[in-house]
């Protein structure tokens, strides 16, 4: 049964790719904070290489453990989740007017990574313990409140670029467990008909292709004249909701959606971003000598911007390097998605896939100004214990079920 | 193998397809930006050429009801100082120093505010005068680095006349800004302080522009940004009040500059503020610009408060003012009719061992409610208490309105007190207290404390047939696009008063004015039938608070005023005559 021993069933690849890409990242941190006026920042790439020590030792111990070990104790997981998500409205702390983080001493704690790994869990239990591949929408609607309850509170706190993650985990979970496009298609149209609402044709367009959808599938009854009922509700509400709001409380909204339409704000720091980037050029400005990172033009160049920082110094070849390790990561990570016998396993590597290509996608998105400012972290290289040790214990879950591909 | 297993292991082909076309987006504008624009982004980040210039959007308007202009802005000119571009940059502060009349600590505080955005001009003085502009560009050369910009700046074109309603704006705080960070704020903006400035604050600011500049190396503009399309400044909304400029002159000359006190008119019919006046005022000009220490400290300090609003911020003692609801407390509860008489009002009346006085030493004689209420007969209104008991006193005077902010649309509006038996127990002990108390209750005296704001409501309900409204004091908001928000009437509850309760108690408030004993003769005007009540309210700090409140014409209310004299003695001869010269002036301008 075993081909090769243990030594094969390790995927080293994805080992090499995140230990690279950790190093560097620990270097363009250091990089960044060469012109910074405060002393203490200067050895943040210190602490960061301590969490990378920190994150390898979780990564391995996410490994070690036995998937079915996650299997039983996912709704454990997902309940303390729920609750330290609820916790943070009352003890938690953030900048201006937010709650992210729990606060200990100088350590910061956000229950928002462990919710992502919560919900993986929860999520890969209940579409593995169903006959969810049978078809049709209805086995697949619980998993819709799982993900919605942690959405919603993440999106209180307020940050809505992490709660994006949580539809990303979903949407990849549900492809994976076998439901069909046309079906999700189905499930996710009334969010579809919310952002298509505030033009009429492009909305008009969309109920078209809505119908022609339903006339395919051929839900039954009740649910067609649900989900049609809910897309035209959605789609004229919310045009009316929108006209009622007061010119400045409409701007509140887009510029939350979008900071970067703040041009003062997140906007300026796009700007400089794509300066950045652009004034790299092929080659680079080289190790220490981006202009741009060193006049310190880019706030958060060591955390959401770290991108920027490393293709100032490293130009198009480095940045093409660094987004071909990323590309091995998750490619790999979709392998192992794949190939794994036992469902569970198979649905836990995706979802972790899924959090690292979405994280990857929007940070270098917003980095190269074709996505809104979400405040998303690139994985393994932004500044940040609690992101660089979610992640490694994503990594983990990637290598646990690549190791034990063939248990059933 | 494929047939045990229930898991579909193959299909990863397609969410891999994906993976890859997205990497390739990203590949694509990554080689857009770093392979093919690369010399123009190389130009912009050579000594970092890019400034962001903002561009304050004109503040919003504000409009009485009829379309006089209160608040608008005039342009002025502001000195900044771009960081970067300083040389020697102690001689040229010190310079700078001199000629504005500011010490050089202070600009150098100011520069420190934002000294992460050492290409952006930070303003140091604003509103400066064409005398002082001329001086700087004479030292143009010794001042390298300093600027100076056109702002719009605040015009309070009635300055001390509605100062408390209009509030005034100032520099934004670091607490301001660090919760409207995020919202177009930045070091330097203006926002509303106190007042319809502050309230309406997120409408009256508009968004402010940007310019993005791209400079020389030695920071000359060469012109705008070639990727990046300026930002427009949208002027704010305009604001339409529900006050009349008019009648507001006209309460503002009522009250003197000698009172310290308050009034207010409003609409019955829809809780709209006609006018609110409170003394002593301020000039809330001087605000616009830097408001220096010296000021601040004279205004905080000043014994009188001139920056209170006395309408809505001060609580007071009703004092007889407060019979009206004890007269309608107990004919909600049966315990008289419009006839019953009491045991006759002698001048005084003896309450366990304690005398309780009437203000009329020779007594009243036995009175009805009509006439109680116009003479104003403690006595009277000792004994309705005691029948009426605590708890059914205060829950009625919570009921009508009292003990509780009252949700006008401006900001820090007290609630007042309506003790209750949880109230006393707290504060002297269970059975600790007596239940004399409540004869000074009853009569609006002891630890009660209401708003002028509040007792207008009260008496706008008790004139308009029980609708409590909520008294607001924007009409319209009108934003630049053309869209009109328009506020409706909003009904915050129903007095707990039947018709023919009201009808008695209007009866009452009649003969207060228009009795040959009333104590509000006073406030009676030649053709209109006003009704009213009086009240002259005891307090720790000296002379009595002198009330006068009522409404005109009795049969069909169309204003409700009120005057609150800080210890100006007798409720009937010091409020009762300027509240008819309100009244008068109301009726002499015709509807409004």
Redesign the interface.
Known sequence: MFNGGVGRNIDLYIIAAVVILCGVGVITIYSTLQGSEISMARNLHLKQLLWFGLGLFTMVLAAAIPYKAYYALSPIFYIISILSLVLLFGIGRGHTGTNRWFQFGSFHLQPAELAKVAAIFILARYLSTRKVASGGIKPFLPALPLVGLPIILIIKQPDLGTSLVFLAILVAMLYRAGMRLNDMFLILSPAISLVCAFHLASWMVFILVLILMLLRSRPRFLATAAIFLLNFAVGIGTPILWRSLHEYQQKRILVFLNPGRDPLGAGYQVIQSKVALGSGGVWGKGFLHGTQTKLAFLPAQHTDFVFSSFGEQFGFWGSLVLLALLLTLILRGMKIAYMSRNKFAGLMAMGATAVILFHVIVNVGVSLGIMPVTGLPLPFMSYGGSSLISNMILVGLLLNARFRWQEY | MIS?????????FF??LL??I??S???I???D???V??E???R???E?R?R?I?VDAPRGHILDRNGEVLVCNRPSYVVSIVPFKLRQMDQTIRTLGAILDMPSDEINKRLSQSR?RRFEPVKIKRDIDFKTLSILEEHKLDLLGVIYQVEPRREYLHGRLAAHLMGAVGEISAREL??L????Y?QGSLVGKWGVEKEYE??L?G??G?Q?VEVSAVGREIGP?P??SP?EA?PG?DLVLTIDLGLQKDAAEALSDTITGAAVVLDPGSGEVLAMVSRPTFDPNIFSAVVPESTWRSLNEDPDRPLLNRAIQCTYPPGSAMKVVTAAAGLENELITEHTHFAPCTGSYKYGNRWFGCWQPGGHGSLGLVDAMAQSCDVYFYQLGLKLQLDRWSKFATACGFGAPMKLDLPNEAGGLIPTRAFYDQRYGKGKWSTGILLNLSIGQGEILVTPLQIASFMAAVANGGTIYRPHIVKE?R?V?G?V?IKTPEIAGHLPISDSHLKSIRKSLRAVVHSAEGTGRQASVKDVEVAGKTGTAQNPHGEDHAWFVGFAPIDNPQMVVVVLVEHGGHGGTTAAPLARRIIEAYLKRGAV
Do not use: C, T
């Not at chain 2, 045990?4 to 990863?12: A, T």
């Not at chain 2, 960070?181 to 177009?184: D, E, K, M, V």
């Open positions: 045990r297993h229930p898991f579909k292991n193959s299909g990863g969410p891999s993976v890859i997205l990497f987006i990203l590949v504008r990554l080689f930006l770093q392979v624009r690369a123009i982004y190389w912009l980040s050579e970092n890019i962001v903002p992460y660090e919760s960070a995020g919202h177009g930045r997120p409408f600011h968004n402010d940007v993005f940004l990727d990046r930002v949208k909304s908001i934003s696009g869209k928000m």
